[in-house]
């Protein structure tokens, strides 16, 4: 069982759609953060939110930290090519422990 | 910023080889270092946390005689995969947490192992 269930797992649009991905657990985090990921190379820190509630734009893209800390979403405005990737989610958990727990991931592809 | 090195990037190998993946904090120390493996299509999967000077810690699952995780310095974690079979083909990433900042981990760009 995957302690972060990111949704879609797949998502093909065209150039200049919107779109959003939710990450969601059971459990608390104390932050969260979400990173893309090109085929083989390692994750790219996106944003990383800490606050219940928390909205952070970076660009075209928004991000939001739910109030109780539990689930996460990401929105694309205007999605270009250049955004197509493996999108993840992880967070450090309230327990204390310190290794990032990763979402299942959403494959993004935009197509021209 | 805070650089993770990870070598090699790519390395084939045959079955019942050993094989080990180097990371290194370039311009940091890193007492903590977590290592993940990704299979095709699949997200980031927590395999153990290497603790400088000290027992690495396992996940569940995760055999702790197959992958041997050595933290000698703050600046170097290895992890070796022993005896490997085509199943342990996958991609291993390592991560560091960067001290003096409460949220932030840098990663490594990943080995791709290949067993054949």
């Known amino acids: 069982t995957q302690l972060l269930e990111q949704s879609p797992q797949f998502l093909s649009i065209q150039e200049g759609e919107n779109l959003t991905v939710y990450c969601n657990s059971s459990?608390?985090?104390?932050?969260l953060q979400w990173y893309r990921q090109e085929p083989g190379e390692g994750p790219v820190l996106l944003v990383t939110?800490?606050?219940?509630?928390e909205v952070k734009k970076l660009k075209r893209l928004t991000f939001q930290f739910g109030d109780a800390r539990k689930d996460s979403s990401l929105h694309i405005t205007a999605a270009q090519p250049g955004d197509t990737g493996l999108y993840l989610c992880?967070?450090?958990?309230?327990?204390?422990?310190?290794?990032?727990?990763f979402g299942s991931g959403t494959r993004l592809q935009v197509q021209p | 910023g805070a650089v993770v090195s990870q070598h090699p990037s790519r390395v084939i190998c045959k079955s019942g080889t050993s094989v080990k993946i180097e990371c290194r904090s370039l311009?940091?120390?890193?007492?903590?270092m977590f290592w993940y493996r990704q299979f095709p299509k699949q997200s980031l999967m927590l395999m153990a946390t290497?603790?400088?000077?000290?027992?690495?810690?396992?996940e569940q699952g995760v055999e702790k005689d197959k992958f041997l995780i050595n933290h000698a310095s703050l600046t170097l974690s290895t992890l070796t995969v022993t005896s490997a079979h085509p199943e342990d083909s996958s991609f291993y990433i390592c991560?560091?947490?960067?001290?003096?900042?409460?949220?932030?981990?840098?990663f490594g760009s990943g080995t791709r192992l290949t067993v054949v």
């Open positions: 939110v800490v606050t219940g509630g």
């Open positions: 992880a967070g450090v958990m309230d327990t204390g422990r310190r290794a990032l727990t």
């Open positions: 459990s608390v985090f104390s932050s």
């Open positions: 311009d940091f120390q890193a007492t903590t």
């Open positions: 991560s560091a947490r960067v001290q003096g900042t409460n949220y932030g981990y840098t």
């Open positions: 290497s603790n400088e000077g000290s027992k690495a810690t396992y």
